[in-house]
C-alpha cells in the first residue's frame, strides 16, 4: 500500500476528481487506470514524478476517454502487509481466553458447528411457519370488529398523512372527489 497525493492534467488542464491527498492506495488492486500501478513499484517515501497514464476509451467520463493524462504523484508512505505466524502467540492475540493455536482451532471450529446447527434450525423454523401461513385461511366476517376498525383507522391515518405530504387537505379532498369521509371508512372496511 502506498499513501500518494497526486494531480492530473489532460493536454495541460486539470480535471474535475483528477486530485487526491494523503490517498492510500493497495498496489495490484486494479481499481485505478491500467498501467499506473506499474509506474509506482521501485518508489520510496519523499519520491515525486509523473506517470502517464492513457484514459480507455470507454472510460466513464466521456471528457477523459481515450485520452492521455499526467498525474503529479508524491509518495509519503508505503505499506507492507505482513501475515503473522500462525503460532500460539497469535492464537492469544485473536482470543485471550486461549493458550494455544489447537485450542484456538477447536474453539473457532465448536463455534462454526454451533452457528450452523442455529441457521438450519432457524430455516426450518421460517419454513414450518410459512407453510402454516400458506395454508391459513382468513374469514373476514370472524374477525372481531376492534381489530377491523383499528386497521381501518391506521389505514385512513396513512391516508390523510400522503394527503398532507402532497399539500392536500382531507376536506379538499372530499371536495374533489364527491366522497365523504364515511364513505371512504366504508371503501377501506370492505377493502
Known sequence: TVVIDFDGSVDGKKFDRGKARDLSWGLGSGKFIPGNEDQLVGYK????????VTFPKNYQAKNLAGKEAVFAVTIHELKKLETPALDNEFAKDVDDSVSSLEELKAKT?????????????DAFEDAAIQKVVDGAKINPE????????DDVSRQMQTFFNNLAGQGVKPEMYFQI???????LKQQMTEG
Open 45 to 52: 517515501a519523499g519520491d515525486k514524478d509523473d506517470v502517464k
Open 109 to 121: 471450529k465448536e463455534k462454526l458447528a454451533k452457528d450452523k446447527a442455529e441457521k438450519n434450525k
Open 177 to 183: 372527489t364527491g366522497t365523504s369521509q364515511e364513505q
Open 142 to 149: 370472524k374477525l372481531p370488529e376492534e381489530m377491523i376498525n
